[in-house]
């Protein structure tokens, strides 16, 4: 798993330097031809690393509520996300990830409940859950970089 959480890392690294390059106009602003933006995209790679990871595997996620219906799939962005709520996604960002690998190296993950994703993957454990994330969070990061040529 060294490598999936390297690469997860890597990705997030990436998403960060983002949210702190970017203002938060450019962050909300959806183009022309788009249905999100910069920040939905980022949230909602947070949410549903949280879903697919702890709900499928019928632990508590780091989230709140709010959050997850905030970004989860199928929303679309509703309003204006401000500074304090960008905060509040730069600390997820990377808080999350050694939250996860510290609950996988604790064992906590004991119980998993199969998925097929929308995209027809069959998720059967943690492991393949990790390795879909990252070509979950992969895909979301090719939608922010053409969003970004629009910004």
């Known amino acids: 798993m060294n490598l999936e959480f390297s690469i997860w890392k890597t990705n997030r690294e990436i998403y960060l330097d983002l949210l702190n390059k970017l203002s938060i ?3 909300n602003h959806i183009p022309n031809g788009f249905k999100n933006n ?3 995209n980022i949230g909602h790679i947070i949410v549903a690393q949280q879903g697919l990871v702890y709900r499928l595997s019928n632990c508590p996620m780091y989230i709140s509520k709010e959050l997850y219906s905030k970004f989860k799939n199928g929303s679309q962005p509703n309003g204006i996300v401000t500074k ?3 905060d509040e ?4 960002l990377m808080d999350l990830i050694e939250k996860t690998i510290g609950d996988y190296n604790s064992d906590i993950f004991k119980e998993f409940h199969p998925y097929q994703t929308q995209t027809g993957f069959m998720l059967s454990s943690f492991e393949q859950t990790i390795q879909f ?3 979950h969070e992969g ?5 922010i970089l053409s969003l970004k040529k629009f910004v």
């Open 139 to 143: 895909l979301h990061l090719g939608v």
């Open 89 to 92: 996604l730069k600390l997820l």
């Open 38 to 40: 910069i920040i939905w």
């Open 25 to 27: 106009e450019q962050l």
């Open 84 to 86: 304090d709520e960008v």
């Open 133 to 135: 994330n990252n070509y």
